[in-house]
């Protein structure tokens, strides 16, 4: 019998291509944030009862593990598309109610969060690139394809293709963000753009 693949499945997989190495295990503490967090969503997307409880334990457990030796925190309510690459490894922490698209790069020091207890999180688009202790914060929306620069704080909307920097980050440079290849990343783009939408 042909065993079903899930989106968490299909999205861990993509995450093993970014990282593009032979035993990342070995070799980068950041891979084991973000195993312990598509284990999360997969123990979530699983029907209730007995099993559930006792693999959502064993999630918490991994988790708190994790979040302390290597000072990545990826809770499993955020909604991170597949292909994420942490370089290196301390202080990323991403807001539960953040969305962050494909194939999106952070660095030490990043944090997605918000800007006040109960206020809203950002948004990112596909194809987002993370300096080294970048923040956002915030209900705001960085479009596909943007780059934030090393140590920027960013506060307001980011467009498609443009580059942010400085603290509160200012727009330097736009350019085209790339077109979508496939029909599967057309729809990415506009299932980050309806959750943008409909969180303001």
């Known amino acids: 019998m042909k065993q079903r693949v899930t989106h968490a499945d299909a999205d861990w997989a993509a995450d093993l291509r970014r ?5 990342p295990f070995l070799k980068e503490q950041s891979i084991w944030a973000v195993a312990v967090y598509r284990f999360g969503r997969r123990v979530d997307a699983r029907a209730q009862g007995g099993a559930k ?3 959502t334990a064993a999630y918490w457990l991994a988790f708190r593990f994790v979040e302390t030796l290597a000072g990545i925190s990826l809770p499993k309510a955020a909604r991170i598309g597949g292909g994420l690459r942490i370089w ?10 953040t969305v962050i698209g494909r194939n999106c790069t952070l660095r030490q020091g990043v944090t997605i969060g918000n800007r006040h207890e109960g206020g809203a999180a950002p948004v990112i688009g596909d194809d987002v690139e993370f300096g080294a202790y970048a923040q956002v914060l915030g209900g705001v929306r960085i479009g596909k394809g943007a780059r934030i ?3 920027s704080v960013v506060l307001c909307d980011v467009p498609d293709g443009a580059t942010a920097v400085g603290a509160p980050a ?4 736009e350019r085209a963000a790339p077109r979508p290849d496939t029909e599967q990343e057309r729809e990415g783009v506009e299932g980050v753009a309806l959750v943008a939408e409909g969180g303001r």
């Open 19 to 23: 990282y593009g190495q032979r035993r």
């Open 149 to 151: 620069g090393a140590l």
């Open 170 to 173: 200012r727009i330097v440079r």
């Open 53 to 55: 409880r006792l693999l």
């Open 88 to 97: 290196h490894f301390g202080g990323v922490f991403v807001h539960p109610a």
